[in-house]
């Protein structure tokens, strides 16, 4: 790994922190380096306050050093005025000389904006370092500028013999097929994405809260799929605590301000009619809870990108198979607790 690789990698853990908490923006990572050392850092913390490149330059305690100083960032500095001014500015009016940058900004207001002003104000400024970690770091704010889409995550437990549900159920209303510690896993990528997302089914049986109960962090936007409006306004995903969508067949429902009701056409093909309220929302990543059918139907329409799948160690013998995965690749598989967790890739 070269001096720029190493910077920009630096860049890229800084940016991490921000995970779950920039939504709309992207995560950015920012250092600056003078004659070979780090003299200022920082990273985007939340959408409306201080950028990476502002939050590192207020970190330099001698800013007569930033004259002769290299900038890096893992995304291209922004050229236009939202929240906060933009960062073409204050590297150029802080006299910046040289700026490396990651990856190209894929949002339209952006794209290429941010470097031309920069070399037209006469920094130097070199593109594409450690490009595909940059643009891995950001996979659901690329997928969401480019594909028109959330990027989506399939989540869901399966038993040893591959069921996820039996085919009744008793009092205990979720059936638990992981562990404690799969559990709190899940919770953990709750607070990470930006909604998720259930079939009717699931909600009628589970009454689940879709919450981060057991993590620290942001709940996550609340999607149900409801098409007769049969889910109890008594259940927990009426609760107004945190905000949700309710798509269903007809809006007869008087939408508040934390319960939105979306209508589509559920005799047409629906996992596309999802996708573009989600975008219209802004949602840039959601987890499929499924159940079966949700899951199934998202998989078919080559509409995903990870699945997240455990296995717990008990046997159901018989009851609702576990979806099935077509043109996937496995890219991680470890153990938690006592069940076990296989990450895949969609090919498509």
Aim: aromatic share 8%.
């Amino acid at each position: 790994m070269n001096t720029n690789e190493k910077y920009i990698q630096r860049c890229i853990d800084l940016a991490k922190n921000g995970l779950g908490t920039t939504y709309p923006n992207p995560m950015v990572g920012s250092v600056i380096v003078h004659n070979n050392t780090i003299i200022g850092e920082g990273w985007h913390k939340k959408a409306g306050e201080g950028h990476a490149e502002v939050n590192a330059v207020n970190s330099v305690k001698d800013k007569s050093l930033l004259s002769q100083s290299t900038i890096y960032v893992s995304l291209e500095p922004c050229s236009h005025f939202g929240k906060t001014p933009p960062c073409c500015d204050l590297i150029i009016a802080s006299k910046i000389p040289n700026v490396i940058i990651g990856t190209v900004d894929p949002n339209n207001q952006v794209s290429g904006a941010g470097i031309k002003r920069l070399i037209e104000a006469g920094t130097h400024v070199t593109v594409g370092v450690l490009e595909a970690e940059c643009n891995a770091l950001n996979k659901r704010f690329f997928i969401f500028h480019r594909k028109k889409r959330p990027y989506i995550i399939l989540k869901w437990a399966q038993t040893a013999d591959g069921f996820i549900a039996p085919l009744e159920r008793d009092e205990q209303k979720p059936v638990w097929i992981t562990s404690g510690p799969a559990r709190q896993l899940v919770h953990k990528w709750r607070s990470e994405e930006q909604a998720i997302l259930v079939g009717t089914q699931t909600a009628i049986d589970d009454n689940p809260k879709l919450n981060v109960r057991d993590w620290t962090g942001n709940n996550p936007v609340r999607i149900v799929l409801d098409r007769k409006n049969r889910i109890p306004q008594n259940y927990n995903l009426f609760d107004n605590n945190v905000k949700t969508i309710i798509i269903c067949e007809s809006t007869s429902n008087q939408s508040t301000e934390n319960c939105i009701f979306e209508s589509i056409d559920f005799k047409k093909e629906i996992t596309n009619q999802i996708i573009e309220i989600l975008y219209q929302h802004q949602i840039q990543s959601v987890i499929i809870e499924g159940g079966r059918h949700t899951l199934q139907s998202f998989i078919d329409n080559k509409l995903w990108d990870e699945a997240f799948v455990f296995e717990g160690s008990i046997n159901f013998k018989k009851g609702i198979r576990a979806p099935v995965l077509t043109n996937h690749s496995l890219f991680d598989h470890k153990k938690i607790g006592q069940d076990e967790l296989k990450k895949y890739k969609n090919h498509d």
